[in-house]
């Protein structure tokens, strides 16, 4: 009898309380301790721009800017995957893959979902107005529209005071 590969649920990932409140969420709704034998195979994706993608064109003598910077992204990308990985520890949840990779994070995260075959793309949302998301453009948005698999948004609650 063969066996069946689970599967795969792509969670993009980024250092905001959005991003990690969207981890927590699916942790505790698809992956409880109480159900050991997880529906999915775990995948957290951060996407690291790139120094130029953050400046933009740079002129002579920007090298050690765009060095400093760069070393920047790169503690920033490890501190998110360290972050993931304890949350995923602290919710009993071993195994899941965590990978950063340098991209624009619409691209990167569409990729991930074509590379690992994923049926489900987890993202959380910013709740950026329609003017701001015209402006930078919609992460969530833009994998909606373009990944080749269910795309679910995870919109962190308002607290109304």
Partial sequence: MATTEKPVMVIGMDESDHGFYALEWVLDHFFTPSAPNFPFNLVIVHAKPSPISVVGPVGPGSSDYLLF?????????????????????????????????????????????????????????????????????????????????????????????
Avoid: F, W
Avoid at 86 to 103: D, W
């Fill in 69 to 161: 910077l760069d070393t920047r992204l790169k503690k920033i990308a490890a501190g998110v995957i360290d972050k993931a990985k304890e949350v995923c520890i602290s919710k009993s949840v071993n195994g899941a893959r965590l990978e950063a990779v340098e991209g624009d994070a619409r691209y990167v995260l569409c990729e991930a979902v074509e590379k690992h075959h994923a049926c489900l793309l987890v993202l959380g949302s910013h709740g950026y107005g329609a003017i701001k998301r015209a402006v930078l453009g919609s992460v969530s948005n833009y994998c909606a529209h373009n990944a080749h698999c269910n795309v679910m948004i995870v919109k962190k609650p308002t607290i109304n005071d």
